[in-house]
DNA sequence: CCGTATCCTGCATGATACTG
DNA sequence: CAGTATCATGCAGGATACGG
């Protein structure tokens, strides 16, 4: 006996997904990423309503759910650029997608 | 000058979007309805993690964002359909490609 | 420049009990 | 059956200060 397309006894796909990009930030931070690496001061100022703390922790997330990549350079001063990984690749019709939605339905 | 099309100063559609279906709950909901029209405690039993009093409250912010309706039969004892509006039709694609990706990326 | 270290706050979510 | 009413709680996100 088959379970239906939309069952979600146990981890339901969507929310699964929801519960990666579905934070406050981390949506527009892979939606900046889409578009460009970033240092992180850059990211910074794309968001003047996220704390250096805040930001620090999401892109940290983000980098354990293996969805971008945080490459150091040792330099002085210190530099370190973010981008996606391939995984971080995969969200980017999703994300275009949310982007659209919210132009058409929301007037942005 | 134009802006970046990836600009994002006062209202990323991004975040906006994330705003309306990305609580705990509201994405599974909305995936669920996508399926068919439901009643409230139809709803519960599918997804058991939920709590009665959390169930109303996203039921009742899904309203208020016109992506779901809520038809109340007069009869006893009550019964009270959800289903989706055409806004919240509208959301298909995008919740079934968040399926798609978790069920891909994250082996559900 | 790119962070950590503390401490703090609000709000989303939950537990439980009661009702038209 | 489909809710409200209360009260409780955990954690995402923030403010501020300091460090390599």
Redesign the interface.
Known sequence: MRH???E??K????????E??????K??IL??L??NTYRFGELRK???GITQHTLTKQLRELEGDNLVLRKIYAEVPPRVEYSLTE?GE??R???L??????????G?
Chains 1, 2 share one sequence.
């Open positions: 239906s397309t939309y979600c006894n981890g339901c796909p969507v929310e699964a997904t929801l990666i990009i579905g934070g406050k930030w949506g527009v939606y900046h889409l578009e794309m968001m003047p995984r995969s969200l019709e999703i994300i997608m949310m982007r659209d939605w919210g132009r058409v339905h929301l942005l």
